[in-house]
């Protein structure tokens, strides 16, 4: 079974930064896609970030280009999402999926009935 656990979410200020964790198990990671995505109250969940483990490809919506980097521990089967220079728009809930032999744009662009899903981790940027 699929499991996908976030953790790192947190209250931060304006220009901050955070770094979510998303550990995977129940599946060969070496064969998945893993992307990051949020949902901000009253709007739709759009892709972050993604990375496949597959070919190696990485993606980055624009809005977190040069902002965010996402990175991944094979060995602890571990996805990370570094954010800096955070903004009041990055707040919300910050879920990770992952896919099977997917290119990591593809990844970003996932419906939300496609995957396997974690729980979510809330992060706050304020003003």
């Known amino acids: 079974e699929v499991q996908l656990v976030e953790s790192g979410g947190g209250l931060v200020q304006a220009g901050g930064s955070l770094r979510l964790s998303c550990a995977a198990s129940?599946?060969?990671?070496?064969?998945?896609?893993i992307g990051w995505f949020r949902q901000a109250p009253g709007k739709e969940r759009e892709g972050v970030s993604a990375?496949?483990?597959?070919?190696?490809?990485?993606y980055y919506a624009d809005s977190v280009k040069g902002r965010f980097t996402i990175s991944s521990d094979n060995a602890t089967n571990t996805v990370y999402l570094h954010m800096n220079s955070l903004k009041p728009e990055d707040t919300g809930v910050y879920y990770c999926?992952?896919?099977?032999?997917?290119?990591?744009?593809?990844?970003?662009?996932?419906?939300?009935?496609?995957?396997?899903w974690g729980q979510g981790t809330q992060v706050t940027v304020s003003s």
């Open positions: 990375i496949s483990i597959v070919d190696g490809s990485i």
């Open positions: 999926a992952a896919e099977p032999f997917m290119t990591a744009r593809a990844m970003g662009r996932i419906r939300e009935d496609a995957g396997s």
């Open positions: 129940g599946f060969t990671f070496d064969d998945y896609a």
